[in-house]
């Protein structure tokens, strides 16, 4: 499975912005999508994952402000993120993995999409 990342950009502290992961082949059942992060100088961290039971995880720090949302019809995961801060900024990845579970570690996905990149100004 191929993974496209898209949506990043400029907001300001308080913004809102959503991003989306289109997969090259169906998701259904037989993909967890999760979303990642990595601030510069700092490792990838996990953000937020959508199993495909309908079930969605997020990371302490994004709990309440992040939206992970997946459409098996469209093959697409998208991640609305509200109320934005400056410790958001980050590139942004979009990750797979294969069957019915889920994991919030890296080494759990196999496919990376290229990454989209939010930047929060103070």
């Known amino acids: 499975v191929q993974l496209q990342a898209s949506g990043g950009g400029l907001v300001q502290t308080g913004g809102s912005l959503r991003l989306s992961c289109a997969a090259s082949v169906r998701t259904s059942r037989r993909y967890f999508i999760g979303w990642f992060r990595q601030a510069p100088g700092k490792e990838r961290e996990f953000v937020a994952v959508?199993?495909?039971?309908?079930?969605?995880y997020y990371a302490d720090a994004v709990k309440g402000r992040f939206t992970i949302s997946r459409d098996d019809t469209k093959n697409t995961v998208d991640l609305q993120m509200t109320t934005l801060k400056p410790e958001d900024t980050a590139v942004y990845y979009c990750a797979a993995g294969s069957g019915s579970g889920w994991t919030r570690y890296i080494g759990g996905y196999s496919e990376w999409g290229q990454g989209t990149l939010v930047t929060v100004s103070s």
């Open positions: 959508a199993p495909w039971s309908g079930s969605t």
